[in-house]
């Protein structure tokens, strides 16, 4: 991507209101509202559990840009965990290829972002594990081994179904509690 289209990419980024959302995806900027409360509960399921099994020296963020410059894409998860040096970088933007995984609860109204979109992204920005929670299908995908810019595993479960997580969270998801949209 030019360096010079990015950076002005970047600056209409940052200058969007604090309760909007706004990810880069190359030559596209996506912006979103802020979260229903049944997402932010089916969040708080999936990330006790993420939070039980995290190893140590990283923390959980649900406000972190992952950045990678060097492919045009800046994308902000629902979830994710950083190490903990990540604090002291001196930009807000994190680099992507620190994060341990994406969770990302699918958007009723704009699903195409999380499962095409950040399907696409989250490989090449070298993300290791991206994780759907779809309330709308009532599933949750698990994508891992990314290569060649796409990710070569798949488990697809519904609520009330198991996912297993692999390292370096190594352990199986529960989704029982997990709510689907209604209506």
């Given at each position: 991507?030019?360096?010079?289209?990015?950076e002005l990419l970047e600056r209409a980024r940052k200058a969007?209101?604090?309760?909007?959302?706004?990810?880069?995806?190359?030559?596209?900027?996506?912006?979103q509202a802020s979260p229903s409360a049944l997402h932010q509960r089916n969040l708080a399921i999936v990330q006790r559990?993420?939070?039980?099994?995290?190893?140590?020296?990283y923390f959980p963020s649900g406000s972190s840009d992952l950045?990678?410059?060097?492919?045009?894409?800046?994308?902000?998860?629902?979830l994710?965990?950083?190490?903990?040096?990540?604090?002291?970088?001196?930009?807000?933007d994190v680099p992507?290829?620190?994060?341990?995984?994406?969770v990302e609860l699918v958007s009723?109204?704009?699903?195409?972002?999380?499962?095409?979109?950040k399907l696409r992204d989250y490989p090449v920005m070298g993300i290791p594990l991206y994780l759907i929670v779809d309330a709308r299908a009532k599933t949750v995908t698990l994508f891992s081994e990314p290569e060649n810019g796409?990710?070569?595993?798949?488990?697809?479960?519904?609520?009330?179904?198991?996912?297993?997580?692999?390292?370096?969270?190594?352990?199986?998801?529960?989704t029982a509690a997990l709510l689907p949209i209604t209506g």
């Open positions: 991507m030019n360096p010079r289209h990015y969007a209101p604090e309760n909007v959302k706004v990810e880069l995806s190359g030559d596209i900027v996506v912006m559990q993420f939070e039980a099994n995290c190893p140590p020296g950045a990678s410059a060097e492919v045009g894409k800046v994308r902000n998860p629902d994710t965990y950083l190490p903990d040096e990540s604090v002291d970088l001196p930009e807000h992507a290829r620190m994060a341990l995984v994406a009723p109204k704009n699903p195409e972002n999380d499962w095409i979109g796409r990710y070569r595993s798949r488990e697809d479960a519904d609520f009330g179904e198991t996912v297993r997580i692999p390292a370096p969270f190594d352990f199986v998801l529960e």
